[in-house]
């Protein structure tokens, strides 16, 4: 058996979504995976978000 996370938010969720993982240790024993719902009319810089982290 294999130990799994899977996160999902909405696109208001990612500073939620990075204090989460800030928060995780290190040596967390679970591959993990996140799904973030963005809108189709996101201004060009909005994956900057995550790229700033």
Same mark, same amino acid.
């Given at each position: 058996? @294999?130990? +799994?996370?899977?996160? #999902?938010?909405?696109? #208001? #969720?990612?500073?939620?979504? +990075?204090?989460?993982?800030?928060? *995780?240790?290190?040596? &967390?024993?679970?591959? $993990?995976? $996140? *799904?973030?719902? %963005?809108? %189709?009319? &996101?201004p060009p810089s909005?994956?900057? @978000?995550w790229e700033a %982290?």
């Amino acid at each position: 058996m @294999r130990n +799994i996370v899977v996160i #999902g938010t909405s696109a #208001g #969720g990612v500073q939620a979504l +990075i204090a989460l993982f800030e928060h *995780l240790p290190a040596d &967390l024993p679970a591959w $993990t995976s $996140t *799904l973030s719902a %963005q809108r %189709q009319n &996101l201004p060009p810089s909005s994956p900057k @978000r995550w790229e700033a %982290q």
